[in-house]
């Protein structure tokens, strides 16, 4: 016979027990479930970015104006073209020899100049003389005349044989300087101070008017030549700075000032030529360099950041920080924007020093942790120190 006395005394205890396990399970998951949500900011949301994607907020000159191009050319140029015939006797000067205005370059025969040259001289000599005796006939025919001595017909000779002789002096004089004119030409002379670029001829070869002998350029100053479009116009007057770079001249500017403007555009490019010049002292330029740079309408100091750090597709512009190595959403105020550089300036809501990211991760969410990788094939990561401010 079953004894019933101590079955309610098992039932009551089996229920106690399954209490007491359920009791454990939801603490267990209550304990998995925040040990998850403390973690969950560390683990999934860390972005991991490369030095290309961050860059800081600093303080530096930006400019805007129409862009330009074109090559360099000395500002002051002399060709120097033989004016006579002759043979070619010296050259006294070579390519990159530097000469004062006035330096003898070449020299060119002179024999038949010099011979008529002399010529000259000697015609000038006796026309002198003779001009000089009739002229004092002259003189005594004019003082017998008022003494009553001689009759007017006979002054009146003498003033006529006075002037021809004038005359016939008058052009011996012109026929000597037009000879010492073309003596002089044999003996060729730098018209300028410079530097001698090309030197065309040689001793023995002969030379006639209009052959090119030598070419000099002044350092000191250049010129750049360039094109800007016409819509552009506007922000451009006489002038203006030129900010430029050379070619060969790698991370250097140079500056110069707009100095003539040409008033009809290219009917083809519809581009309007500029000339800038260029003070060269140190002689670092030379001629024939391309260029680039651009007419500076407008240009101050200002905080500049990379165009692609500003995110311009909202209702207005924002940037994101990084603070305290987490991603922060911040609105800015644009002013200047450089495309030449692909810079603009903000006015507004970042400081100097600060980072901000750029290029695809712009868009990160607010509040990411950011980890910035040394280098592009480093597997291992930094985190970015917090921005105090």
Known sequence: MMDTTFAPRRAATGAAMLFAVALTMAACKKSGDEAKAAGADSDVAAVTVGPENVAVVTMKKIETGPEMSGSLEPDREATIRAEVNGAVLQTLADQGTRVAAGTVLARLDDTNFRDAYLSARSGMTSAQSGADLARREADRAEKLLAAGAIADRDAENARRANIAAQSQLADAKARLTQAEK?????????????????????????????????????????????????????????????????????????????????????????????????????????????????????????????????????????????????????????????PATETIEVLSGLAQGDTVLTGGVLGTTPGTPIRVRKTTDQASAQVLQPVVR
């Open 182 to 338: 073309q003596l002089e030409k044999t003996t060729v002379k730098a018209p300028i101070s410079g530097i001698v670029s090309v030197r065309s001829v040689s001793a023995g070869d002969l030379a006639s008017p209009g052959t090119a002998l030598f070419t000099i350029v002044d350092p000191s100053s250049m010129r750049l030549e360039g094109s800007v479009p016409t819509d552009q116009m506007s922000a451009v007057r006489l002038g203006m700075p030129v900010t430029f770079t050379v070619q060969g001249y790698p991370g250097r500017d140079f500056t110069g000032r707009v100095t003539r403007i040409n008033p009809v555009a290219d009917p083809t490019t519809r581009q309007v030529r500029i000339l800038a010049s260029i003070p060269n002292a140190g002689g670092t330029l030379v001629g024939g360099l391309f260029a680039e740079g651009r007419v500076s309408s407008e240009s101050h100091n200002g905080l500049v950041v990379p165009i692609t750090a500003v995110d311009q597709k909202g209702f207005a512009p924002t940037a994101t920080r990084v603070k305290n190595g987490k991603a922060e959403k911040v609105s800015v105020r644009l002013g200047l924007e450089d």
